[in-house]
């Protein structure tokens, strides 16, 4: 059985972005807020005696980190991309520079890790080959003549004051705990999104355990329907066409002997077969009670509920509001039976004096409501019988829900509604007032 479903990946693949975005705005403005004592540091003129063009390339790549921080309406992964840009190129140029600073190595390293976590695997790559590059390179273009001149004035190292070296640990610890930070988070987040998809395919897996049980006991309910209209047909029709044929066997033997046939006896022939004809079409009626046309669903409905009234005793109403023609015979077969059995549930189980069924219908949607008196459900029902998880089935398969809930006045209240297909033109003196029809 197949349990990826593209709704499923493209759901995984929006939480995924959406991570990534605001880690991106988080990382940005942390990587803006971290640098922005060393840029002023430099600006000043503190630390090692750079050349201006030197200078000038670090306060730009400082200023591009800005610009990506606080630009939030440029798309995330082209201000991600220039600050990564930057930062190399600052990495790059310390690398290169004859007074080395723990800066360069933190960038090495941290910079391939951020671009997997932010970026993917294809940026890792790339940022991991930078680094490579830069690791390999510079220590021989460090020694080229003219390098060092070009960057630092005297290479000789400098005297830093202490309060400087304490900010530049502190802001390479707090660089350090952000990539931490950000790596624990993406974790849980690879985890929570495990779970997730998880926990939606065991889902789906019981879904479908639950179709095919549902399935199953359809065709159970139509093998046991099939034999009930076999023991029908024997026990009824084919009882009144037996009693019909020897009838008028005896009346065919009254004629060779030239007896007479009476009026009496031809009205009891008339009245078998009268009574074999309503039967046949009685079980007719129940194997496709309702006809193929929009229209049909509604008198359907009302003949059920008069006959329940008739073999039940009990006090039946029919209301019917708003468009309530069905297009499609299938939902309206669906529909049928639904009803039919809340309004057997009703009067087997509730033990109910009074059902009301109500078919409602308007440019959205189609619902039906079949509302009892009886006891009602009893607690902890769970799914239900089978009836009741029949109807939660057809519902489903006509992309509604149906809901089982008591009713106000005491009893059951079972309730289904399902989309509206396309709409049918106005019928000719349609209108949308409600009508109660007592059955």
Known sequence: ????????????????????????????????????????????????????????????????????????????????????????????????????????????????????????????????????????????????PGVAGALIVDAAPPTVPLVIVGFQTAGLGAFLAMLIVLLDRFHRFLLRTLAAQYQAKADLWREALERHRLEREIAAIGDEERRRLGRDLHDGVCQDLTAALLRWQTLQRSLREGGPVTAAESERLTALLTEAIDEAHNIALGLCPVEPEPD?????????????????????????????????????????????????????????????????????????????????????????GMGLRTMAYRAQILGGRLTITPAPGGGTRIACC????????????????ESWIPA
């Not at 039940?312 to 669906?334: I, K, N, T, W």
Request: aromatic share 6%; with cysteine.
């Open 1 to 144: 059985m197949q349990t990826d479903l593209p709704s499923e990946g493209l759901t995984m693949d929006a939480a995924l972005v959406a991570w990534h975005r605001k880690a991106t705005n988080v990382l940005l403005v942390a990587s803006a807020a971290g640098h922005l004592l060393p840029a002023v540091l430099v600006a000043a003129g503190y630390g090692p005696r750079m050349t201006t063009w030197f200078r000038a390339a670090g306060l730009l790549c400082y200023m591009v980190m800005v610009a990506s921080a606080v630009l939030l309406r440029v798309n995330w992964r082209i201000r991600l991309g220039a600050y990564f840009v930057a930062a190399y190129t600052v990495v790059a140029l310390t690398s290169v520079s004859p007074v080395q600073g723990p800066y360069a190595s933190v960038g090495l390293i941290a910079q391939p890790i951020l671009a997997l976590v932010l970026c993917g695997p294809i940026a890792a790559r790339l940022a991991i080959a930078a680094s490579a590059v830069i690791l390999v390179s510079a220590p021989f273009v460090r020694i080229l």
């Open 296 to 384: 049909a669903l509604a008198p359907a409905l009302r003949a059920l509920t008069r006959r329940m009234q008739d073999a039940a005793d009990v006090h039946c109403e029919f209301l019917v509001s708003g468009d309530v023609r069905v297009p499609e015979s299938e939902m309206a077969q669906h529909l049928y039976r639904i009803a039919q059995e809340a309004l057997s549930n009703a009067v087997r189980h509730a033990r109910a004096t009074r059902i009301a069924v109500e078919l409602r219908g308007d440019t959205g949607q189609l619902a039906l409501q079949v509302e009892d008196d009886g006891v009602g459900l009893p607690p902890h029902a769970g799914g239900g």
């Open 418 to 433: 399902i989309p509206r297909p396309v709409p049918l033109p106005a019928a000719p003196g349609q209108s949308g007032d």
